[in-house]
């Protein structure tokens, strides 16, 4: 697998994984603001992925070698974006293709997915929490 098949799977399964645990992810206080993106801490996403693809779990001790840096890993495999946004151009997306195959749109409400106001989190790395000081 090279580099760009590698960041295009970890996408996929992080947004997988992201959709169907939203509910209780949305209000646990891993949510921090890294480069004008809000996400879950680098140290979740890794943590997570490293349980979804098992490749990671070869190629990751040698970018920690690199760079121990979790938010620039983060980065470097296109993970720094909002899931919630992601989801939600995706569904987007979707319904224009089924209406233009004139299918019912997806059902885009999942219970327990509306937007978190008070989300507290620590600072992670580099990047800082959206929670109180």
Same mark, same amino acid.
Do not use: H
């Given at each position: 697998?090279?580099? *760009?098949?590698? +960041?295009?799977?970890?996408?996929?399964?992080?947004?997988?994984?992201?959709?169907?645990?939203?509910?209780?992810?949305?209000?646990?206080?891993?949510?921090?603001?890294?480069?004008?993106?809000?996400?879950?801490?680098?140290?979740?996403?890794?943590?997570?992925?490293?349980?979804?693809?098992?490749?990671?779990?070869?190629?990751?001790?040698?970018?920690?070698?690199?760079?121990?840096?979790?938010? %620039?890993?983060?980065?470097?495999?296109?993970?720094?974006?909002?899931?919630? +946004?992601?989801?939600?151009?995706?569904?987007?997306?979707?319904?224009?293709?089924?209406?233009?195959?004139?299918? &019912?749109?997806?059902?885009?409400?999942?219970?327990?997915?509306? &937007?978190?106001? %008070?989300?507290?989190?620590? +600072?992670? *790395?580099?990047?800082?929490?959206?929670?109180?000081?």
């Amino acid at each position: 697998m090279n580099i *760009e098949q590698l +960041r295009q799977s970890l996408k996929d399964k992080w947004l997988v994984y992201y959709r169907d645990n939203r509910p209780w992810l949305a209000r646990l206080a891993v949510w921090v603001n890294c480069n004008g993106q809000r996400r879950p801490s680098s140290s979740f996403i890794l943590a997570t992925l490293s349980v979804l693809e098992p490749e990671l779990t070869a190629f990751l001790p040698l970018v920690v070698d690199l760079n121990s840096n979790p938010d %620039r890993i983060v980065m470097a495999l296109g993970l720094n974006f909002n899931p919630d +946004r992601a989801l939600d151009s995706m569904d987007k997306g979707n319904a224009i293709i089924n209406e233009a195959k004139l299918l &019912p749109a997806r059902a885009k409400v999942i219970p327990g997915s509306e &937007p978190v106001s %008070r989300v507290y989190a620590k +600072r992670d *790395e580099d990047c800082g929490g959206s929670g109180r000081k």
